[in-house]
């Protein structure tokens, strides 16, 4: 039967990199786009170049070759290092450099701040390539687990709960030694206090060991501390399961479902609206636009500082939550009672007015505050239907309305109007999340401390985009918008780094100096 003959190894032939690399391989895009960049001024560090020491290798490669490695699954840097060796595509892309983990692990971590910039850059771009409508933004949260154990998060109650464990155990072990001294003197009592002694030395070593745990949370003012990543916080992912975590924000245009604006928090999305919706307003450089976000995301402050900056907000509603629901019919509830803007007045399903002295109240939460007002009606007390409406032992009925009601309600009519667009809402992000997670599975992070994080997250969404751009417009269409474009680079970005004074007047001076140019 014929076979296939391979080559013959030993055979010499004449080929260069650029023999091996399609025309239309994606590496070409990543090598175009970062030669492209001025990284100076998307405040990447650069070494400094010692006279007795080797030469450094530049920002511009250490940045392919992240592009290409997380383009491809690939995060580790001593992966990475490996692909520079014994891939033909790294090779082509590195010019045949082939720099150590050590260096490619440091890019990463001294860079956060300049990766988030070279992600708000490349929406830039996605702008200027006119993929971007700018009309209709999705926002969501994905979690990512933390380089930390539950095991070492701590909270009150688990500081507590081993507090009460040692006491346990030391008093037990303390009644055990009392019986052991009692009785005769033997090797086998001798050795059984020895153990016994052990023991509570140990316990003495946790109870330390908490102490120094206890006092770490009274001064961080925080409700948990993690010991091995300080900024990762134990989030709800689902149901009743807590994990050590990051969450990640993300706004998506409707157009063609590319990532606008991201970051990462460390806790969970009821406060996260109005920072994200404000990245993307910043990013797209528009003034008015939607945002679509489910109802994990309701809170009438954060809506209320949305629409102050423009922002048509269509947040989907909790449910009913009613400090009256006890005794409660579901004609009585708070929804059903009717407020009237002019009079500062509601009116109950009976008909009756209730009225408030004006007086502002302080609803204190864990993560946040508002004011609200009370409003009461005397009529309560002959009502007839008063054992359907509260079950409260003064027997009268209260409703509190927010400081910020006014802007719950405008979101609430639109969400009820435009309920059809809000449906579109899971097609537009959910996917994104579930392709970097899933099938990319960057479900996790390497790296510690919330700044790195970020820079992390920034890079992945800024692969997402590469990836999704090259899907949509393909590689020959998509190289002439490049070609095309002219980067616009945000003066602010100069000063993302920490920098001292004569710093920031030479990046100055140099910025002024290339727009003048």
């Given at each position: 039967m014929p076979v296939i003959t391979p080559k013959n190894r030993t055979q010499i032939e004449f080929k260069s990199l650029e023999d091996f690399i399609e025309k239309d391989n994606p590496i070409r895009f990543i090598d175009a786009f970062v030669d492209?960049?001025?990284?100076?001024?998307?405040?990447?560090?650069?070494?400094?170049?010692?006279?007795?020491?080797?030469?450094?290798?530049?920002?511009?490669?250490?940045?392919?070759?992240?592009?290409?490695?997380?383009?491809?699954?690939?995060?580790?840097?001593?992966?990475?290092?490996?692909?520079?060796?014994?891939?033909?595509?790294?090779?082509?892309?590195?010019?045949?450099?082939?720099?150590?983990?050590?260096?490619?692990?440091?890019?990463?971590?001294?860079?956060?701040?300049?990766?988030?910039?070279?992600?708000?850059?490349?929406?830039?771009?996605?702008?200027?390539?006119?993929?971007?409508?700018?009309?209709?933004?999705?926002?969501?949260?994905?979690?990512?687990?933390?380089h930390n154990s539950k095991k070492n998060n701590y909270n009150q109650k688990k500081i507590d709960r081993h507090f009460a464990y040692i006491e346990e155990k030391t008093n037990q072990y303390l009644k055990e030694l009392d019986e052991a001294d009692q009785q005769e003197q033997s090797a086998n009592s001798a050795e059984k206090i020895k153990n016994i002694e052990e023991k509570l030395e140990k316990l003495k070593t946790q109870k330390i060991k908490y102490n120094t745990l206890q006092e770490q949370l009274n001064q961080s003012n925080e409700p948990q501390i993690s010991t091995t990543d300080s900024d990762a916080r134990a989030l709800l992912i689902h149901g009743q399961v807590v994990e050590v975590s990051y969450n990640t924000q993300a706004a998506v245009d409707d157009k063609h479902k590319l990532v606008v604006a991201t970051h990462t928090i460390n806790r969970n999305d009821r406060n996260a609206l109005s920072n994200i919706a404000l990245e993307a307003q910043h990013n797209l450089n528009k003034k008015e636009f939607t945002i679509l976000a489910d109802k994990g995301y309701n809170n009438a402050k954060e809506i209320q500082t949305c629409q102050e900056q423009g922002i048509t907000t269509i947040v989907a509603q909790q449910e009913i939550v009613n400090s009256n629901d006890k005794g409660t019919t579901k004609e009585f509830l708070a929804t059903n009672f009717i407020y009237h803007k002019e009079t500062d007045t509601y009116t109950c399903p009976q008909g009756e007015t209730l009225t408030t002295t004006g007086t502002y109240?302080?609803?204190?939460?864990?993560?946040?505050?508002?004011?609200?007002?009370?409003?009461?009606?005397?009529?309560?007390?002959?009502?007839?239907?008063?054992?359907?409406?509260?079950?409260?032992?003064?027997?009268?009925?209260?409703?509190?309305?927010?400081?910020?009601?006014?802007?719950?309600?405008?979101?609430?009519?639109?969400?009820?109007?435009?309920?059809?667009?809000?449906?579109?809402?899971?097609?537009?992000?959910?996917?994104?999340?579930?392709?970097?997670?899933?099938?990319?599975?960057?479900?996790?992070?390497?790296?510690?401390?919330?700044?790195?994080?970020?820079?992390?997250?920034?890079?992945?969404?800024?692969?997402?985009?590469?990836?999704?751009?090259?899907?949509?417009?393909?590689?020959?269409?998509?190289?002439?918008?490049?070609?095309?474009?002219?980067?616009?680079?945000?003066?602010?970005?100069?000063?993302?780094?920490?920098?001292?004074?004569?710093?920031?007047?030479?990046?100055?001076?140099?910025?002024?100096?290339?727009?003048?140019?």
């Open positions: 492209k960049l001025e990284l100076n001024k998307l405040s990447f560090i650069s070494k400094t170049i010692k006279v007795e020491g080797r030469p450094c290798f530049t920002n511009q490669l250490f940045l392919k070759i992240y592009f290409y490695g997380y383009l491809n699954g690939i995060r580790s840097s001593r992966k990475l290092a490996k692909e520079c060796m014994r891939n033909i595509e790294m090779q082509w892309l590195c010019s045949g450099l082939t720099p150590n983990y050590h260096s490619i692990a440091d890019f990463r971590k001294v860079n956060p701040t300049a990766l988030r910039n070279t992600f708000k850059l490349f929406v830039g771009f996605l702008k200027d390539a006119d993929l971007i409508g700018s009309q209709t933004i999705a926002i969501d949260g994905t979690k990512s687990r933390a109240h302080t609803k204190n939460r864990s993560s946040s505050s508002h004011q609200f007002k009370k409003y009461r009606t005397s009529a309560c007390k002959t009502c007839s239907a008063l054992s359907l409406c509260t079950a409260k032992a003064d027997g009268r009925r209260e409703i509190e309305r927010s400081e910020f009601a006014d802007a719950l309600e405008r979101n609430n009519k639109i969400y009820k109007e435009l309920y059809p667009l809000y449906r579109k809402r899971q097609e537009i992000n959910e996917h994104i999340f579930g392709t970097i997670k899933r099938v990319w599975g960057y479900y996790y992070t390497n790296l510690k401390g919330l700044k790195k994080v970020n820079g992390e997250w920034s890079l992945i969404m800024t692969v997402y985009n590469m990836k999704r751009t090259l899907n949509i417009l393909g590689f020959d269409a998509l190289m002439k918008k490049l070609d095309a474009w002219k980067p616009e680079y945000k003066k602010e970005w100069l000063f993302s780094q920490k920098t001292n004074k004569k710093q920031a007047l030479i990046r100055t001076l140099f910025f002024e100096y290339k727009m003048t140019a």
